[in-house]
């Protein structure tokens, strides 16, 4: 059983950073994909990023398009964290932002549904 616990969300103004922290306890973390998903008020969960192993030290990472050049999703093993740098934010991106761990071997590392454990989430309003 993994248990997930974001922190780090707040208030911050357009074109401001933030810097969300999960940090992740039980399994062995270090073969998890990690994943940052949000869900804004009246729509549905979208994905984020996501980190996945691919051999020995070698990860890979995805961005949505509506966020790739701004975030960056990163992890650190030995403190079993993953962490999401946000910059340039946008108003937009106000939503509450939820962790995911999934398997090693995920099909669609984009796809919600292909995670097993989830964080309570965090929230992060951007203020125009």
């Known amino acids: 059983q993994v248990q997930l616990a974001e922190s780090g969300g707040g208030l911050v103004q357009a074109g401001g950073s933030l810097r969300l922290s999960c940090a992740a306890s039980g399994g062995t973390f270090t073969l998890y994909t990690m994943g940052w998903f949000r869900q804004a008020p009246g729509k549905e969960r979208a994905f984020v990023a996501a980190?996945?192993?691919?051999?020995?030290?070698?990860?890979?990472?995805d961005y949505a398009d509506s966020v790739k050049g701004r975030f960056t999703i990163s992890r650190d093993n030995g403190k079993n964290t993953v962490y999401l740098e946000m910059s340039s934010l946008k108003p937009d991106d106000t939503a509450i932002y939820y962790c995911?761990?999934?398997?090693?071997?995920?099909?669609?590392?984009?796809?919600?549904?292909?995670?097993?454990?989830w964080g309570q989430g965090t929230q992060v309003t951007v203020s125009s």
């Open positions: 980190i996945r192993h691919i051999s020995k030290n070698t990860y890979y990472a």
């Open positions: 995911a761990a999934g398997p090693e071997r995920i099909t669609t590392m984009r796809s919600g549904d292909q995670y097993d454990y």
